[in-house]
């Protein structure tokens, strides 16, 4: 059935990132009939179908018009297979809800999304997430066994890994050394349809993975699982100045951390009591002795100690959760910001090569001074993966061109440096439009192929990595004058979801009126 109150319609126009569209419409299903039924009734009347689940994806390809479907209040079963080391969840259980399922026979889901309270399975697919783990273990990618989906003409059907071929599309010969030749060679990338895995593997596994919603809805998830490593040491280490911290990162990478984790001055000097230092790195090892992770850490520490200008270690796991303590308190310091200041995610997912990690980051400084927007920045510095948040004053006038213009060298940066402009979010609304800057007309028009093979009426997520004929990245946005009205109590609650982080929250809920005293 689908929702057409206005105020459950609100409900459903914002997600995580900048973005603020009204859908037509909301459906909520509860079981796979439900999603074949929903697919039936748009493949008929040409409904955009936009899969959802909490809704705490960044680049926009959780919002748009047509029809909102949320994938969070059903498919909810989770088991696991501790012999075969798999775990069978529903599109809707989160990562937190795998972990907790799986720590009781000693293994784990190792790709660790600082979202994982609330990130579902089929949200984690879609995007292909990572987080500070990815620098050992990889992205979600690896550790997907196979995937349920629901296909543009209702088939519902398992995809397995290992099968080795594609049921829908299968790459021409002559392309394939042009994917090989035009992607970026990063070690993070979830920036359009993942060619050169599919390539590697022959396995359709990898078109799905990654592919934002805009293939087949995704129900069911079969995850592989790891065991937990006995013990784990880290680090935090500060440097003085930025060239000093990057070249420690491929020696730090060299001792295999199971995280490498960077948090910049325009971050830190937001943090209560935080190190008054230009970066800090946050390094992790996980190793199968206690003693071994002591070592690897003192290694690590004599390794810089001429470029230190501050280290904090820790030998145990209760250690190791308080270094991490500086980077929990990053998400509450954005939210203090005053009211006339906004936290807007328009540049946050580029990823380059590590040896460029260095120039990214200064030229990130540099643009965001330029263009006179503040920023905070920090991320994955073992992959080359940075996060930034744009914090511009939205009472300044002409605030709107210049996050274009910061966008637009931002987008030039990373072109320049030989990276991708999405590492781990995906690319949705905001960054469908730059694919070609960084893959070329021909392997764009490759990414058109799958979509067509998988999806030939476009009900599927329209506008998300294929771009639309009007695309214009910053329109649409959540705040300022131009934003869609919705109702202000609404309007509060979606504010204050975002920041508290508080993404689980059933959207109904937002839409209940205060009763008349």
Excluded at 12 to 38: F, N, S, W
Excluded at 55 to 83: C, E, Q, R, Y
Excluded at 132 to 142: I, Q
Aim: aromatic share 6%; with cysteine; hydrophobic share 45%.
């Amino acid at each position: 059935m689908l929702l057409t109150d206005p105020r459950i319609r609100a409900a459903y126009a914002e997600g995580a990132g900048v973005y603020r569209i009204v859908p037509d419409a909301v459906a909520i299903p509860q079981t796979t009939a439900d999603v074949v039924a929903l697919v039936a009734q748009a493949a008929a009347s040409r409904l955009a179908l936009i899969p959802r689940g909490a809704g705490s994806g960044m680049p926009g390809g959780n919002v748009g018009p047509g029809v909102i479907v949320d994938m969070s209040a059903g498919f909810s079963d989770l088991s696991v297979d501790a012999h075969r080391r798999i775990a069978r969840a529903g599109a809707s259980v989160t990562w937190t809800q795998v972990n907790d399922a799986a720590r009781p026979y000693g293994l784990r889901l190792p790709p660790d999304p600082s979202s994982g309270l609330f990130a579902t399975s089929g949200g984690m697919v879609a995007t292909n997430a990572a987080g500070p783990r990815t620098v050992r273990y990889g992205s979600v990618r690896a550790w997907v066994d196979a995937v349920e989906i629901i296909e543009a003409d209702g088939t519902v059907r398992t995809v397995q890994r290992g099968e080795g071929r594609g049921e829908k599309y299968g790459l021409p010969a002559e392309a394939r050394q042009l994917v090989v030749e035009r992607f970026p060679r990063t070690s993070k990338n979830s920036s359009g349809y993942a060619l050169d895995r599919f390539i590697e593997s022959g396995d359709e596994v990898d078109l799905v993975v990654g592919s934002e919603g805009t293939l087949a809805i995704i129900t069911g998830v079969h995850w592989r699982l790891d065991a937990i490593p006995p013990d784990s040491a880290g680090a935090v280490l500060g440097f003085a100045d930025l060239g000093s911290m990057a070249e420690a990162v491929p020696y730090l990478v060299s001792l295999k951390p199971s995280a490498l984790e960077l948090l910049d001055d325009t971050l830190l000097r937001l943090i209560p009591d935080a190190p008054q230092v230009a970066c800090l790195l946050i390094v992790e090892f996980e190793r199968e002795t206690a003693a071994a992770a002591r070592g690897v850490v003192g290694d690590a520490v004599r390794g810089l100690k001429h470029t230190l200008a501050h280290v904090e270690t820790a030998i145990d796991r209760s250690g190791r959760d308080r270094l991490w303590e500086v980077r929990r308190l990053a998400s509450p310091a954005l939210a203090r910001l005053p009211l006339s200041q906004r936290s807007l995610q328009v540049i946050e997912d580029g990823c380059v090569p590590v040896d460029r990690l260095g120039d990214y980051v200064a030229g990130l400084r540099a643009a965001a001074t330029g263009h006179d927007i503040p920023v905070a920045i920090f991320g994955h510095a073992g992959n080359g993966h940075v996060h930034v948040n744009a914090l511009p004053d939205i009472t300044r006038a002409n605030w709107q061109d210049a996050l274009r213009r910061l966008f637009e060298s931002v987008i030039d940066l990373l072109v320049h440096l030989g990276g991708v402009p999405s590492g781990e979010h995906g690319v949705g609304r905001l960054r469908a439009g730059v694919l070609e800057r960084f893959y070329g007309a021909d392997v764009v028009q490759l990414f058109r192929d799958v979509k067509g093979a998988y999806d030939p009426l476009t009900i599927f997520n329209p506008g998300v990595i294929i771009p639309a004929t009007d695309w214009s990245p910053l329109d649409a946005l959540k705040v300022g004058d131009g934003a869609a009205a919705i109702p202000d109590d609404i309007a509060t609650r979606l504010r204050e979801v975002e920041r508290s982080a508080a993404w689980a929250t059933p959207k109904l809920e937002l839409t209940r009126q205060a009763p008349n005293l």
